[in-house]
């Protein structure tokens, strides 16, 4: 199979990233990375813009590392309580996952991919709890937080209620005067 050489125009999951010199099969060159613009032919010409691409990728990357610190820095001072429903004798009727530690985090303003939390299996007890979340590459943040037990009032036991009083109770005797004029 022949080869060509391309410069990467961006990210493409596993080849590279931008200003990447790659060597790629002609045909993934000539039917997808060309026609759509993510590589150019790493011609000579292209080849001395290249160290152009290289500084605005460092760029770039300094910004996204600089944004995973601040993002890192928001997760560990967050402090969030989840509530997981329990039965009276405290068996948990669910589990908190990752998806719910995501949307509280993003209650408390933190947007991040429920992908990014590194939760081995789904949490079926109260109690504090840390968790990973890895934000970026290079940066990674722990994340406390608590799981409590719900209160459901739908489970509590019912107070008995006012037994009710037979109607023939309640009504007053008739008098004899109503008695003659129904008569």
Known sequence: MSTVQLILKE??????VEADVVNVKRGFANNFLLPSGKAY????????????????????????????????????????????????????????TNMDIAEALADKGIEIDRHTIDLKKPIKNTGDFDVAVK???????????KVKARVDDSKAPEEPK??????????????????????
């Open 41 to 96: 032919p790493a011609t000579k010409a292209h080849l001395r813009h290249l160290e152009t691409l290289q500084r605005k990728r460092a760029e770039r990357e300094a910004r996204e590392l600089q944004d995973a610190t601040d993002l890192a820095a928001k997760i560990k001072r967050a402090r969030i309580t989840l509530e997981l429903a329990t039965g009276s004798t405290g068996k948990a009727f669910g589990s908190v």
């Open 162 to 183: 006012e037994k009710p009083t037979p109607k023939a109770a309640t009504e007053e005797p008739a008098s004899a005067e109503e008695d003659e004029n129904n008569a």
């Open 135 to 145: 934000v970026h590459p290079d940066v990674e943040a722990i994340l406390q937080f």
């Open 11 to 16: 990210k493409i999951d596993g080849l590279g």
